[in-house]
């Protein structure tokens, strides 16, 4: 088992940034890809961005050139750097990380982003 917190999340203006993190725990040998997810209030939960356990990293076309994803695999922790926030940016962020086939998820943490 994989246990993944996530931590980071607040209330920010737009234009300000949040740093997100996501700590794992448990067996975590061969973890591969790990990335972050968020779901807005009525929306579907989309993919933001993901690394790969060699630091390739991929985004999603609404934050690219925003936010940025890195690991530290020594400390099993990944982060999500936000910049130049928005409100549409609102949601429930969460951390998922995959092993062996399996995808394990985090609890989620709330960043709103007011105008």
């Known amino acids: 088992q994989v246990q993944l917190v996530e931590s980071g999340g607040d209330l920010v203006q737009a234009g300000g940034s949040l740093r997100l993190s996501c700590a794992a725990s448990?067996?975590?040998?061969?973890?591969?890809?790990m990335g972050w997810y968020r779901q807005a209030p009525g929306k579907q939960r989309e993919l933001v961005a993901f690394?790969?356990?060699?630091?390739?990293?991929n985004y999603a076309d609404s934050v690219k050139g925003r936010f940025t994803i890195s690991r530290h695999n020594a400390k099993n922790t990944m982060y999500l750097q936000m910049n130049s926030l928005k409100p549409e940016d609102t949601a429930v962020y969460y951390c998922?990380?995959?092993?062996?086939?399996?995808?394990?998820w985090g609890q989620g943490t709330q960043v709103t982003v007011s105008s």
């Open positions: 448990g067996i975590i040998f061969s973890i591969n890809a």
């Open positions: 998922t990380a995959s092993r062996l086939g399996y995808d394990y």
């Open positions: 690394i790969t356990r060699s630091g390739s990293t």
